[in-house]
């Protein structure tokens, strides 16, 4: 279990899903919190999705508010890199340089990037969260304090 | 980890970053939970708010709950700067600024707010654990700092109103390194000045520019609050209320003005709310508060004793022209004030000093009396008087010939002198009867009162008067009746003359000062009690006072007489300006007079004496 788990979370990262971030919140996990990082994780699927609507509507309107939506992605960013999420990130970056240089397409097209791969990582890590819950204790025994 | 396990201890470095307080401030919630797992991981005691008005409430709440703050730049509620801002400013903490962004731009105009860091999201554990270091840096040149940042923030202030700060300030911060609100008040460089951003809270106010009238209100609002304890920016606000202020002009001002008051020295301190100083604050500082301080009168007095006699004497100068003014404000408020505090400066004064003495013989009896009622008033409506009479001098004068002993009788006199514009000479010379008098001690008192307000002096030497009125005219029933009628039938005659001698006499002896000129002044219906009062108290001063008036003595009785003439005249005559002019306790001399009269079963024989002694009749 632990290997698979183990393996997984390799594969992520190799992917480029998730970066440093991702362990700094694991180091975080201790005793008094057992399931930081998924707690995280599953507070950033449910914050974050009020964002992306607003996104989404920001973008349908016409002219674009380039601030706006900057402002939105500023956050949005934030979020994201704060556990590690990587692509996502980098979707959020590319974004709002398409908005600062006024690119509505671009914006809209990274926009497009930026769900995919939001929704991959959410899937993948819901995977990864199940392997470790289960995996869990050991898991933590074995992370050097 | 256990968190929060030691308490911070500030003295106990060993210890130290465990359990500082950190309140972190982020309105993306995955964002401020990592962070508050995070410090809470590196054992701090973290409070954790995703929003930044609630941060400051906490921090408003208690200024010594936290050690350092983290917050977010970007927030809804609230722009971060801003934060950053209103808690250097308010609490002097340490605030650390946290962006996805970093822009070095917005790093710069996180530093010229007075950030102590900024940290780049996401933040490493790593960076965390080292934040404490901003809470010792800022620890150990705290007081030096805060010299300087208020110093310097009083100048950002006065030069650049609340947000802005000279570039100075910036590079000085920036070369010290250290945290500064001066920075804060630099905003940015080049960027928006102030805080830019949508949001209106942290829209750039208008720099405030503090008027006199303003100050006024400050001072007032602060003097009514407390100074020490309880005047603190909201409320001042508050009780000013002045629309378009805001709590952080206030605040800033606040603290300038406590700069302020810190340089001056301790006289000036003292006589500070009485505003004896010219400088804005102090004037409006002394209109609000310097009347209700009776040290500070009594301060005053002291130093006015020592003006009084020396032409230097600003107040005394002052007092010639704004005197009146400045003495009606001293009595006006307070009557019972002034009078205390001139009783008070009387014991203060010193025979020795020149003018000091005015008082000195007086004080001691007249606190007692006075405090009663109106015989401290009379002195105080001697300046009030006095203010009418637009002479400070003569006020003072007066004051000085209460002071001496007589108060009431030079008060009277003074008043009368005060009472009429054209003798600013007179009173002088009333006072002149009362050279070692307090009134030279009023005086100062009255300068200071006199810069508060024009009323109060006016009060301050009816009241004397009335007071020295009184007790004259209780003890010496007889002899005020007789001085007023013969006095006045002569004075009449005399009184311009008289007068203006008074006055000039007065004028040229600023030492003199006071004397009894203002025997008779049956100014206020308190002559019934403050005669009484001051009957006894007259004994006692003149008892008491043995010194000054015996210095009156000297010049001899004929001295008393014709000081008691002149008061008599002084009085006339300010009976007849009072009739016209005194807005101020006493309406007419008829009354008093006939008061006093009434009263006539109460003289005193010492008082008689002490009226002698202190040659009431000086000379007018």
């Known amino acids: ?145 | 980890m256990t968190v929060g396990e030691f308490r911070v201890d500030k003295e106990n470095y060993d210890n130290f970053p465990v359990g500082m307080r950190v309140l972190a401030v982020d309105d993306d919630l995955i964002c401020l939970k990592l962070l508050e797992t995070m410090l809470s991981k590196c054992q701090y005691e973290v409070t954790a708010t995703s929003e930044a008005r609630v941060a400051l409430n906490m921090l408003r709440e208690n200024k010594d709950r936290f050690d350092l703050v983290i917050s977010d730049v970007h927030m809804p509620d609230m722009d971060g700067f801003k934060l950053l801002e209103l808690v250097g400013l308010e609490m002097d903490l340490p605030v650390i600024m946290l962006s996805a962004n970093n822009d070095a731009k917005l790093v710069m105009k996180g530093v010229s707010h007075g950030a102590c860091d900024y940290l780049v999201k996401p933040v490493r554990l790593e960076e965390l654990g080292n934040i404490w270091q901003h809470v010792i840096r800022r620890k150990k040149s705290g007081s030096r700092k805060q010299n300087n940042q208020s110093v310097d923030k009083g100048k950002d202030n006065q030069t650049s109103g609340e947000v802005n700060g000279s570039p100075s300030t910036v590079n000085r911060d920036l070369q010290n390194g250290k945290c500064n609100r001066k920075r804060k008040e630099d905003e940015d460089e080049g960027e928006d000045n102030g805080n830019d951003s949508d949001d209106p809270a942290t829209q750039k106010k208008p720099r405030v520019v503090w008027s006199v009238e303003l100050h006024r209100k400050f001072v007032a609002a602060v003097n009514q609050l407390g100074y020490e304890k309880e005047a603190v920016p909201k409320k001042i606000l508050d009780l000013m209320n002045v629309g378009g202020l805001t709590r952080e002009n206030v605040a800033s001002h606040l603290q300038k003005y406590r700069l302020y008051l810190k340089k001056l020295p301790q006289q000036a301190n003292m006589a500070a709310p009485l505003g004896v100083r010219d400088t804005a604050f102090m004037r409006l500082g002394s209109l609000d508060g310097g009347l209700r301080d009776y040290r500070t009168l009594a301060g005053l007095g002291r130093l006015r004793n020592t003006a009084l006699s020396s032409s230097p004497y600003t107040m005394l100068g002052r007092l010639n022209s704004p005197a009146n003014i400045n003495l009606h404000n001293i009595t006006h408020p307070s009557h019972t004030h002034q009078n205390t505090a001139l009783a008070r400066m009387h014991p203060v004064l010193s025979p020795s000093s020149q003018n000091p003495s005015l008082f000195q013989g007086t004080p001691s009896s007249f606190d007692a009396s006075i405090n009663d009622s109106g015989i401290f008033t009379g002195a105080n409506a001697f300046t009030d008087t006095s203010n009418f009479l637009n002479s400070t001098q003569q006020s003072s004068m007066m004051l000085q010939g209460n002071s001496a002993g007589f108060r009431n009788q030079s008060s009277q006199n003074m008043a009368s002198f005060n009472q009429e514009p054209s003798n600013g000479g007179s009173i002088i010379g009333s006072s002149n009867l009362m050279e070692p008098n307090s009134l030279l001690s009023t005086e100062p008192f009255m300068n200071s009162a006199r810069e508060n307000n024009l009323t109060n002096g006016h009060y301050l030497v009816n009241n004397s008067i009335e007071n020295m009125a009184l007790v004259s005219l209780e003890d010496a029933r007889g002899n005020v009746n007789e001085r007023l009628g013969g006095e006045r039938g002569q004075n009449y005659g005399h009184t311009p003359s008289n007068n203006s001698n008074m006055f000039g006499s007065i004028n040229t002896t600023t030492t003199h000062v006071p004397s009894n000129n203002g025997i008779v002044s049956p100014f206020n219906r308190r002559l019934d009690q403050n005669i009484g009062i001051l009957n006894q108290k007259m004994d006692m001063f003149l008892n008491g006072g043995s010194t000054p008036m015996q210095q009156i003595n000297d010049n001899g009785t004929s001295v008393i007489e014709s000081r008691a003439r002149s008061n008599e005249n002084l009085f006339l005559e300010q009976h007849k300006l009072q009739g016209g002019f005194a807005p101020q306790n006493y309406d007419s001399l008829d009354d008093l007079v006939n008061a006093v009269f009434k009263r006539g079963d109460e003289t005193t024989p010492n008082f008689d004496c002490g009226l002698d002694e202190f040659s009431f009749g000086q000379d007018l």
């Open chain 1, 1 to 145: 279990m632990q290997k698979q788990l183990a393996k997984m979370k390799q594969s992520l990262f190799d992917q480029g899903y998730l970066d440093e971030q991702f362990i700094q919140l694991e180091e975080l996990q201790d005793d008094a919190n057992p399931n930081f990082v998924e707690e995280v994780v599953t507070l950033y699927y449910r914050d974050s999705v009020r964002l992306v609507q607003n996104i989404e509507q920001a973008l349908e309107k016409n002219p674009l508010d380039f601030a706006k939506l900057d402002s939105y992605m500023h956050q949005f960013k934030g979020s994201s890199s704060s556990f590690g999420a990587k692509k996502v990130k980098t979707e959020c970056t590319q974004f709002r340089d398409h908005c600062r240089a006024g690119n509505a397409d671009g914006c809209k097209r990274t926009f497009q990037e930026l769900k995919k791969e939001y929704a991959t990582l959410k899937k993948k890590l819901e995977v990864y969260f199940q392997f470790a819950r289960q995996a869990g204790p050991v898991e933590k025994a074995c992370r050097p304090k």
